[in-house]
């Protein structure tokens, strides 16, 4: 099959797939009442519809970051939160819940503002190191500083009932989101997927190592800005409306590599779509869970991606026992 025909199948997964977010649930809504009289069609103009188009967006910019960072760290253990953007996005959005600056615009706000801090961070630990190795460990000193600060915020939390939304959101989940989250998030995941979209040149070239790569023109500096600006917007954006949801960015580049070949650009555009895939895939089957309420899409993708991550370790190290 060739490369654009398993694009298409793969789009035509998504298509499918966002059919059934909007149908699927605790309420089934037929097709046929779709776009019609039926009073159920509402579940999906004012719910379902902005639901399911944030999980696709999220999905595919998660996706799209993992394989930009496993290309860049040339490390296939990479995932977005390995730059320590999702964790300082996340502490800002605790921060804002904790001491009761607000809720909707005011924790985007103090996500967005977390997440811009984590890439200023970045930029200060790194900017004198181009050097893949100086850029994950100085993502792995702001993942490690934003969980111990969260931790901290959570355990001298005066309300209880602050503490109980904290641990509701940083479970992340697509529940209960409309067109209003859905407005705050696009433009910085559009801006930030199209940023990640431009390094396929450059990923290309730093498989062959930084060396080869500088010699091929590749201006380091600026890749870097591109990965963390890029990957500050999309993971910022989406800590901020949906709360922490992680994995998908380890998961689909490697279930897609291959499929689509090895080469960093190859798999940028089908990691997207498989990354939109999977999330709307993840949250049909969170709806449908038996219960009264929803399992956690954060807590369903740990389940999922978990397992993977270590099946990805223990094949990895034993390449290198090779």
């Given at each position: 099959m060739t490369r654009p025909l398993k694009l298409a199948a793969l789009l035509l997964l998504v298509i499918v797939l966002f059919g059934l977010s909007l149908g699927c649930g605790k309420v089934w809504v037929p097709p046929g009442a779709w776009f019609s009289s039926d009073p159920r069609w509402w579940i999906i103009l004012e719910l379902r519809l902005p639901r399911a188009v944030l999980g696709l967006a999220l999905g595919a910019t998660l996706g799209l970051s993992g394989a930009v960072l496993q290309g860049y760290l040339r490390n296939p253990l990479a995932d977005p939160a390995v730059v320590g953007v999702s964790s300082v996005a996340a502490l800002g959005a605790v921060a804002a819940i904790i001491f009761g600056i607000g809720s909707g615009f005011a924790i985007f706000v103090a996500a967005m503002l977390g997440a811009g801090g984590a890439v200023a961070m970045l930029a200060a630990l790194t900017w004198r190191s181009p050097s893949a190795i100086t850029f994950i460990l100085a993502g792995t000193v702001l993942a490690s500083l934003a969980g111990a600060l969260t931790a901290f915020l959570i355990s001298i939390a005066p309300n209880p009932y602050a503490v109980a939304e904290v641990i509701d959101w940083i479970m992340g989940a697509l529940t209960d989101r409309g067109w209003d989250d859905l407005a705050l998030a696009l433009p910085p995941m559009l801006v930030g997927a199209v940023l990640l979209l431009l390094t396929g040149r450059a990923l290309d070239a730093l498989s062959l190592g930084e060396a080869a790569a500088r010699s091929l023109g590749i201006r380091m500096g600026r890749v870097r800005w591109q990965v963390v600006l890029g990957t500050g917007l999309v993971v910022g954006a989406g800590v901020a409306v949906t709360g922490v949801i992680g994995f998908v960015g380890l998961v689909v580049p490697h279930l897609l590599r291959p499929i689509f070949g090895h080469r960093p650009s190859d798999v940028l555009l089908p990691s997207a779509l498989g990354g939109a895939a999977l999330v709307l895939a993840a949250d049909s089957l969170v709806r449908l869970a038996p219960g009264v309420?929803?399992?956690?899409?954060?807590?369903?993708?740990?389940?999922?991606?978990?397992?993977?991550?270590?099946?990805?370790?223990i094949r990895e190290r034993g390449r290198a026992w090779i």
């Open positions: 309420g929803e399992v956690r899409l954060g807590v369903a993708m740990a389940l999922i991606g978990a397992p993977f991550f270590l099946g990805v370790l």
